[in-house]
């Protein structure tokens, strides 16, 4: 069965620095996977997504994730981070083309300024 | 382009009383989802149309949820009577896929209910 883990629930870091949130997955076939971000009292924003190909993911706003099959990994990096990304992020997984995506249970992002 | 449209913002009701949500998906997308995501936690299904039909209902509550999505667009989802366990958002997102690629989703803003 699919699922997906996010092994911290919270991060902290300052304004400025480097970010990596971990995301890892079980799933037996080549997953699709996504980071969605989802700020207080809104519905979740899609960063990035990686379907075949390229490993090395680019998304909006900075962001960019790594699909790591041998460690069924897919960890979303920011070089540096601003104030304004301070928010949940959540991890998904779904099987190619059933349209159905399993999420993790989020990292929620503080900044320090 | 406009996106997923969600109504109401916010619903306070009390128990064992009937709520009602609505969702107007982006114009194009044949796949609407409601998820249900509870406080902590992320989004979990409850229900998948392909155009106008129910394809994936297996996490719907069957006994007390109803779901519609007239002519393929619009969708209602439906509690009666709703408990206090169903306080939580409620999330719609559309997508569009065709037989060899699938887009991702779109979601819209949620309801939250709060059940007393």
């Known amino acids: 069965a699919q699922s997906v883990t996010q092994p911290d629930i919270h991060i902290t870091v300052s304004e400025g620095a480097s970010l990596e949130l971990r995301c890892n997955y079980s799933y037996g076939a080549t997953p699709y996977l996504f980071w969605y971000v989802q700020s207080p009292g809104q519905g979740l924003q899609l960063l990035l997504k990686y379907f075949s190909g390229d490993t090395l993911v680019q998304g909006i706003k900075g962001f960019e994730a790594e699909f790591k099959r041998s460690q069924s990994s897919f960890n979303l990096r920011k070089p540096s981070v601003h104030w304004s990304d301070a928010a949940e992020y959540f991890c998904?997984?779904?099987?190619?083309?059933?349209?159905?995506?399993?999420f993790g249970t989020g990292t929620r992002l503080k900044v320090l300024a | 382009e406009a996106g997923v449209v969600q109504s109401p913002r916010y619903k306070i009701i009390e128990k064992k009383q009937p709520v009602a949500f609505w969702c107007n998906p982006i114009s194009g997308h044949n796949t609407l989802y409601w998820y249900r995501q509870n406080l902590g936690q992320g989004p979990e299904l409850l229900i998948r149309?392909?155009?106008?039909?129910?394809?994936?209902d297996s996490q719907l509550p069957k006994d007390r949820f109803s779901a519609e999505r007239l002519k393929g667009v619009d969708s209602t989802l439906k509690i009666q009577p709703a408990e206090l366990g169903d306080s939580a958002v409620y999330l719609c997102?559309?997508?569009?896929?065709?037989?060899?690629?699938?887009?991702?989703?779109?979601f819209g803003s949620g309801t939250r209910l709060t059940v007393v």
């Open positions: 998904a997984v779904g099987a190619a083309l059933t349209y159905k995506y399993i």
């Open positions: 149309y392909e155009n106008e039909e129910a394809v994936d």
């Open positions: 997102a559309s997508s569009y896929h065709s037989r060899d690629r699938d887009y991702g989703y779109t």
